[in-house]
């Protein structure tokens, strides 16, 4: 049986994230993971990121902050390419990394940039 909120979901998180990260995603599930590969599918891409209140490049934007400001580091070459794919120019993700740098830190910061011009290199936006 089809689940809306997990289709709809699965569809904007491979818009946002792209097909390949969700196919490896998917197929690294495991028994163990699967639960948590539901939980984010359904609750984060399919009852938040679906929301009307804030367009796709606003979330990218708050998300690249966030990101930057709980030193995930791990995410945000992910997350920076969602934010490319959900229309943002490398000109705008600069200046959110060094927004939050005002507010999170510099060091945070500075690490986000580290990994937002590796990525930006690999996409082909610098």
Do not use: K
Not at 1 to 15: F, K, N, Q, T
Not at 46 to 57: A, I, K, N, P
């Amino acid at each position: 049986m089809s689940d809306p909120i997990h289709d709809a979901g699965m569809a904007v998180r491979r818009e946002v994230l792209g097909d390949a990260h969700v196919d490896r995603a998917v197929s690294n599930t495991t028994e163990f993971t699967a639960p948590f590969q539901d939980f984010i599918t359904r609750y984060a891409w399919g009852s938040v990121w679906t929301r009307d209140g804030l367009d796709r490049r606003t979330r990218s934007c708050v998300t690249l902050a966030v990101l930057t400001a709980l030193g995930r580091e791990h995410e945000i070459g992910l997350h920076v390419r969602a934010a490319l794919r959900n229309g943002l120019s490398r000109d705008e993700i600069a200046e959110v990394l060094l927004h939050t740098a005002v507010y999170a830190g510099v060091p945070a910061a500075n690490a986000a940039f580290v990994i937002a011009q590796r990525v930006l290199e690999e996409e082909g936006a610098i």
